[in-house]
Each structure stands twice: as C-alpha cells, then as structure tokens.
C-alpha cells in the first residue's frame, strides 16, 4: 500500500470565503492562492486509489473581496464479486479493465463580499455540485445573504451568516422525482482558534432548511422537513515557514436521503464522513 501526497504552492493558512479583517487592510490589493492534492493507492491483494484536491483563492480591494472554491474527490477500486476474499483476474483491474468507481464528487464555489463595515458585508455566490453517490447528477445554487464578524482577535475569530438560496437539484437515473427545485434559508457560523504560530483550529458549522419545493411535475408548495446540516473541523500544524500538515473532518447529515434508484431495495445513508490528512506549503 502507498499513501501519498502531492501538494501545489499553497500558503498554510488557506483563505476563506468573507476573511478580510477591516475595510483598511483591503484597500492595498491583496491576493491568495492554495492548492492541495492527496490520496491512497492500494496494489497487489486488492486495489484500490482514492484523490481528493482543492483550490481557494481570494482578491481583497478597498470593500470588495472575491473568492473562489474548487473540490474534488474520486475513487475508484476492483470489486471481490463473489465475496470470498480473493481478486481473481477477471476481478482485478488495474491495467486490464475499467474499475469501479467508489467516490466522485465534484464542487465549485464563487463569492462576493461588499463590506458595509469594518466586519459586515453582503455577499452573492453560485456554485455547482456533481455527487452521484450522494443522488446528485448535478446542483446549482445562488445564494444572497448578510455576514457579520461577532469576535476578532489575535487569537479568536467568530463569523456568522444568514442567507437566502435558490437551488435547482437534478438526481441521477432512476430517482424519482427526478429534479426539484427549491428556496431555502441557510444560516452559518465559522470560528478559527490560533494556539500559536504553528498549530490552528478551525469549524464550519452550516443549517440548510429548504422553505418552498417544487418537485418534479407540481408547483412549489411550503416544505419544512428536509433540514441539512454540514460541519468541517481541521486542526493546521505548521512544521516551519513553509511545511505544514492538516487533518480535516467533514460530516454531511441529511434529514431526508434523496431516494433509491426505482427497484433498488435500501436507502441512502442519511450522514456522509470523510476523514483526510494533508500536507500544505506556503508559497508567501
């Protein structure tokens, strides 16, 4: 088994999305690019590689600031079909046919903050998602909201954001409905803690409750039960001014599944968990 990692120039603190401290500190031009790339490959009694990646940028000017998210996690493995513990050759697939695919998630995010104040802005953002396995063939969103910074210290920083999300999900072959869209309100809290120059915490907490549906085939009505919840935890360990490694975890819970495929007896699981480590390096 190899684990590996390869890292683009990145900087260790990654930027997020509304992150400019006050309006004065933006006024000169500033710019942020990160990029990660890890994974897992496994050969010889079973095989298996698994990538996951991502980029964040951002553009500080006088009030504005841009951003941009990209993520990507696929995976793909040979499959023991008869379930007795051996990968026989017509089983196998690196090299001699088309794997099976275990993950594949694909998102992209942009977003603009126009500051009113030091630590309040109003901000726009679109984004897209492809996650079959979740039940998405594709999702897009657009989003409007207001972000207010509650805590700013040297050590501390407390954001939160309330905002109002228009969303059309299409599901892959054999849902049914077959896409809804809906309006929904989305309220966010991310909090960072520094320990020190080399070791940071930080959590993103996010409630997503859809208010108006509209499935497949029937006009939008009230609905109010298919509440979503996303959390990521990291904890950042710098090992000097350019190395660091980070541990991520990423939960995803869903109140109501998206359904099986038509004929396809159980459910989809109703909370995702993806565990990761990487390493980053700071190009400034």
């Not at 790339?37 to 940028?57: D, F, R, Y």
């Not at 696929?74 to 794997?99: I, K, M, S, T, W």
């Not at 049914?176 to 320990?195: D, I, N, R």
């Amino acid at each position: 088994m190899l684990l590996f990692f390869l890292v683009l120039p990145a900087r260790a603190d990654e930027p997020t999305f509304g992150t400019t401290k006050s309006v004065e500190q933006a006024e000169k031009p500033v710019t942020h690019l990160a990029a990660t790339l890890g994974g897992t490959l496994t050969s010889g009694n079973t095989e298996s590689l698994v990538v996951n990646g991502g980029i964040t940028a951002s553009h500080h000017w006088l009030r504005n600031e841009l951003g941009l998210a990209a993520g990507l996690n696929e995976g793909v493995g040979a499959v023991d079909a008869n379930a007795d513990g051996y990968l026989a050759g017509a089983e196998r697939c690196f090299g001699v046919g088309p794997c099976a695919k275990t993950a594949e998630r694909l998102s992209a995010e942009v977003r603009y903050d126009r500051f009113l104040t030091e630590h309040a802005s109003i901000y726009v953002l679109v984004g897209a998602l492809h996650d079959p396995f979740v039940g998405f063939a594709h999702r897009e969103h657009g989003q409007l909201g207001y972000a207010y910074t509650l805590l700013d210290t040297k050590a501390d920083r407390l954001r939160a954001e309330l905002g109002a999300d228009l969303a059309n999900e299409q599901y892959v072959v054999g849902v049914a409905p077959s896409w809804t869209h809906l309006l929904a309100a989305q309220v966010g809290v991310q909090y960072t803690h520094t320990f020190n120059d080399a070791v940071a915490f930080g959590d993103a907490l996010t409630a997503y409750e859809p208010v108006l549906t509209q499935p497949e085939g029937q006009d939008f009505a009230l609905y109010l039960t298919d509440v979503r919840l996303t959390n990521e935890a990291s904890i950042t360990a710098r090992a000097g001014e350019s190395l660091g490694i980070r541990l991520t975890d990423s939960l995803a819970w869903r109140n109501e599944p998206i359904a099986a495929p038509a004929g396809v007896a159980g459910t989809r699981a109703a909370l995702d968990n993806t565990v990761s480590i990487t390493l980053v390096a700071s190009l400034l």
